[in-house]
């Protein structure tokens, strides 16, 4: 069965903060792909994302970088120097070798001023 | 390119009732999903289709039915809705039913409250 976690249900940092939100995940596949969606408070879903199970190396996309880690079973959320605007619900999701994407509970993050 | 669209925005319902939710993608692809968010519960599957005339159960598919008539279109169907269906629903689209590159893009959502 596959199974994500996102043990953090609300973080709340002030602005410029750096704040890592946690994802771990569960899976028998050897071939999976990991997603991080934003869902802003308008309530659509973003896609941020995507990294397949071959690939380990982190990735940075300006302030967002993500660290993927097999042996834990990882794959952590970091925003640099936080701000207002990143204020929303995050989702860790995992695709595995069925068609249905698991996501996590979600983690809600309040960035104060 | 209008992407996912899904409509309407907001519906409320007498248990009981029943009532159909749209979802139209203009991006040729050929899997097609429905999932509902509830609060602490992330978003869970309810049915998905790989392809016209295709269409299979996900997570939590009871009291709903789809139909796959269009590689564009994908409705949800509640027969007689229930208060356990509050939820916002949410339809995705994406290249294809393979393990690959695609990307999964998400409709706007619908906010369904059944009293």
């Known amino acids: 069965a596959q199974k994500v976690t996102q043990a953090q249900t609300e973080i709340s940092v002030v602005e410029k903060e750096d704040v890592t939100l946690d994802c771990v995940y569960e899976t028998r596949d050897t071939t999976y792909y990991l997603f991080w969606y934003k869902q802003p408070p308008s309530g659509e879903l973003v896609f941020l994302i995507r990294?397949?199970?071959?690939?380990?190396q982190n990735e940075i996309s300006g302030r967002y970088s993500w660290n993927f880690q097999k042996s834990t079973s990882s794959f952590n959320f970091t925003i640099t120097a936080s701000q207002v605007v990143d204020s929303a619900v995050y989702f860790c999701a995992l695709r595995g070798n069925n068609n249905d994407m698991r996501f996590g509970a979600g983690t809600r993050l309040t960035v104060k001023p | 390119n209008a992407g996912v669209t899904q409509t309407p925005k907001f519906q409320v319902l007498k248990t009981g009732q029943s009532m159909t939710l749209q979802c139209a993608q203009d991006m040729n692809h050929e899997y097609m999903s429905w999932y509902r968010q509830d609060p602490g519960m992330g978003l869970r599957l309810i049915h998905y289709s790989v392809g016209a005339g295709i269409t299979d159960q996900g997570e939590v598919p009871n009291g709903y039915n789809v139909s796959r008539s269009t590689t564009e279109d994908f409705p949800l169907r509640l027969l007689s809705a229930a208060p356990s269906q509050t939820s916002v629903y949410f339809c995705?689209?994406?290249?294809?039913?393979?393990?690959?590159?695609?990307?999964?893009?998400f409709g706007p959502g619908t906010r369904l409250l059944v009293l």
């Open positions: 990294r397949n199970s071959f690939d380990e």
């Open positions: 995705a689209s994406r290249e294809s039913q393979g393990l690959g590159e695609e990307t999964q893009y």
